[in-house]
């Protein structure tokens, strides 16, 4: 079975940047639209990030100016780029593929990788 394995995540301060990535195969990162969803304890999964695969980029109101999604298809990987991070972004980031365009933004079904957790100190 394909995966999805996130990596990068950490404790920092506010105003810090990390760098968060998610190594899947080849067949995904190229056929698929990628996003990054987050979460923290007791909420629902929210969407942060997306890339089509025409390299077209999406992001949430929360995070705009701020994050940058980006993919490397010969490192079969995607990444999210996140600086002035806040105590607002503290949660567990994830990642995942959709075929359609439509449901980047749907938090509803997978598939998902196991998460990477995110944790800024004010």
């Known amino acids: 079975q394909e995966s999805l394995v996130e990596s990068g995540g950490g404790l920092v301060q506010s105003g810090d940047s990390l760098r968060l990535s998610c190594k899947t195969s080849?067949?995904?990162?190229?056929?698929?639209?990628m996003c990054w969803f987050r979460q923290t304890l007791g909420k629902e999964r929210e969407f942060v990030a997306a890339?089509?695969?025409?390299?077209?980029?999406f992001y949430a109101d929360s995070v705009k100016g701020r994050f940058t999604v980006s993919r490397d298809n010969a490192q079969k990987t995607m990444y999210l780029d996140m600086n002035k991070l806040n105590p607002d972004d503290t949660a567990a980031y994830f990642c995942?593929?959709?075929?359609?365009?439509?449901?980047?933004?749907?938090?509803?079904?997978?598939?998902w990788g196991p998460g990477t957790q995110v944790t800024v100190s004010s």
């Open positions: 995942t593929a959709r075929i359609n365009l439509r449901d980047i933004r749907d938090p509803d079904f997978g598939p």
């Open positions: 890339i089509a695969q025409s390299g077209t980029t």
């Open positions: 080849e067949r995904i990162i190229t056929s698929f639209n």
